[in-house]
């Protein structure tokens, strides 16, 4: 069982940063694979970006690549997300995800993640 909790969140003007962070209970958070999604008003929840169990390997959504940065650290129990050049189509609620790592199926499919945090407001103003 892991528990998480994001937090960070907040309002910032359009071109602004923005770290999101990721706390996990439990002691096997180095087994899972990390994930960031959001999820705007009236829309689905999507893939931001992934991080593997040993820290590795990332991959971003298109959206997010070159100015979203994810990392983690194992020793802590914790993940972060650094947004920079924000804009207002990045505005959404975040969510950070675990997934076993021993599972199959795309990173990027949501319905692949075993848990889920409570989520974290990102707004950005134009």
């Known amino acids: 069982q892991v528990q998480l909790v994001e937090s960070g969140g907040g309002l910032v003007q359009a071109g602004g940063s923005l770290r999101l962070s990721c706390a996990a209970s439990?002691?096997?958070?180095?087994?899972?694979?990390m994930g960031w999604f959001r999820q705007a008003p009236g829309k689905e929840r999507e893939f931001v970006a992934v991080?593997?169990?040993?820290?590795?390997?990332?991959y971003y959504a298109d959206s997010a690549t070159g100015r979203f940065t994810i990392s983690r650290d194992n020793a802590k129990n914790t993940m972060d997300l650094q947004m920079n050049s924000l804009k207002p189509e990045d505005t959404a609620v975040y969510y950070c995800?675990?997934?076993?790592?021993?599972?199959?199926?795309?990173?990027?499919?949501?319905?692949?993640?075993?848990?889920w945090g409570q989520g974290t407001q990102v707004t950005v103003s134009s």
């Open positions: 439990g002691r096997t958070f180095s087994t899972y694979d």
């Open positions: 991080i593997r169990w040993s820290g590795d390997s990332t």
């Open positions: 995800a675990a997934r076993q790592n021993w599972k199959a199926g795309s990173l990027r499919y949501r319905s692949t993640y075993d848990y």
